[in-house]
């Protein structure tokens, strides 16, 4: 089953703060975030795993709420290199290496 | 070679005709995952293989759609007698398929398939 993310798009200017959705009809073991810009391949942001802690890098973050099966993603502060589609991605399963299956994303657009 | 690397990065073809899409993932990941993402859409899963284990083919959309790994290396995406909604970017991404703490999927730039 496909995760859902929310919004579809959010439009920021510099330094505005944005928080993305991702949630799942079904149990998870892990949440992934990656990050695609126009004409590029995606890139990994992090992944949160059942059990673990928030993660986070820079003004990036993101949480893992197992019994309501989301995850969230936190942009602080954000900047323009920040704009791009964010996919969530998620594993039911805990064996390593399993298939991803990514939402339909979140295209955030932060302007000066 | 440092990264995912895809071939060729374009390709045009015509309705009905064959293709195949080649990947080379990183040396040592035993994971290898193949997506297509329609023009501003998500990314949909095709297909994954781990290591000698059978592959997931429950994301192909058709049986015109196949995909090969040699051993934990090359895989090749072959998409039989194409049709226009086969258009897109197919994208593909290895993992170390070791330790889902670090099961970070790397991709490639992706292959721009346009069927006429």
């Known amino acids: 089953q496909q995760p859902v993310q929310s919004p579809q798009a959010v439009i920021l200017r510099e330094g505005e703060d944005a928080v993305i959705n991702c949630s799942s009809s079904?149990?998870?073991?892990?949440v992934h975030w990656y990050r695609q810009k126009h004409g590029e391949a995606p890139v990994f942001l992090m992944i949160?795993?059942?059990?673990?802690e928030q993660k986070g890098h820079d003004k990036i973050s993101a949480s893992f709420n197992e019994k309501k099966q989301q995850s969230s993603l936190y942009l602080t502060a954000s900047q323009l290199s920040y704009s791009g589609t964010y996919f969530c991605?998620?594993?039911?399963?805990?064996?390593?290496?399993?298939?991803?299956?990514f939402g339909k994303g979140t295209t955030l657009s932060v302007s000066s | 070679g440092a990264g995912v690397s895809q071939s060729p990065s374009n390709k045009v073809t015509e309705k009905g005709k064959d293709v195949e899409l080649r990947c080379d993932p990183i040396?040592?990941?035993?994971?290898l995952y193949w997506y297509r993402q329609r023009l501003g859409q998500g990314l949909e899963f095709l297909i994954y293989?781990?290591?000698?284990?059978?592959?997931?083919k429950s994301g192909l959309p058709s049986d015109r759609f196949s995909a090969e790994r040699t051993g934990e290396s090359v895989s090749t995406l072959t998409i039989q007698r194409t049709q226009q909604e086969d258009s897109a970017v197919y994208l593909c991404?290895?993992?170390?398929?070791?330790?889902?703490?670090?099961?970070?999927?790397?991709f490639g730039p992706g292959t721009r398939l346009t069927v006429l």
């Open positions: 949160l795993l059942k059990g673990g």
């Open positions: 991605g998620t594993e039911t399963s805990n064996q390593a290496g399993t298939a991803l299956i």
């Open positions: 293989f781990q290591g000698n284990s059978a592959p997931d």
């Open positions: 991404a290895s993992s170390t398929g070791k330790n889902p703490e670090y099961n970070e999927q790397f």
């Open positions: 079904k149990a998870l073991y892990s």
């Open positions: 040396s040592g990941h035993t994971a």
